[in-house]
């Protein structure tokens, strides 16, 4: 079975910066459209970013955008979630998630990983 595999979480100060990476355990995905959700202690799990299988236009949550950035290596088989100016309220596992369609709705995306942890915390 095909296994996702987040990277890069941890415990970072506000204000702070973390990049987190995914990769699948076998198989190509370049023709797959990516995604991050994110869930939060006794919260459900939403949408952060996603993005087409070419690399263009990718949407993110509003409460991310501008600090947040979705980009994708082809060649390398990985997406990455670049995220700045880090709050508090980000603090959360970090899902990756591999499907058909670039959208904001978990059930576009077929392929999940395990999650990764990010503390925001001073």
């Known amino acids: 079975q095909v296994q996702l595999v987040e990277s890069g979480g941890g415990l970072v100060q506000p204000g702070g910066s973390l990049r987190l990476s995914c990769t699948p355990s076998?198989?190509?995905?370049?023709?797959?459209?990516w995604a991050w959700f994110r869930q939060a202690p006794g919260k459900e799990r939403t949408f952060v970013a996603a993005?087409?299988?070419?690399?263009?236009?990718?949407i993110y949550a509003d409460v991310v955008r501008g600090r947040f950035a979705i980009s994708r290596d082809n060649p390398q088989n990985a997406v990455f979630l670049q995220m700045n100016s880090l709050k508090p309220e980000d603090t959360a596992v970090y899902y990756c998630?591999?499907?058909?369609?670039?959208?904001?709705?978990?059930?576009?995306?077929?392929?999940w990983g395990k999650g990764t942890l990010v503390t925001v915390s001073s």
């Open positions: 998630a591999a499907g058909g369609t670039a959208t904001s709705g978990r059930s576009s995306y077929a392929y």
């Open positions: 076998e198989r190509t995905f370049s023709m797959y459209a």
């Open positions: 993005i087409h299988w070419s690399g263009s236009s990718p």
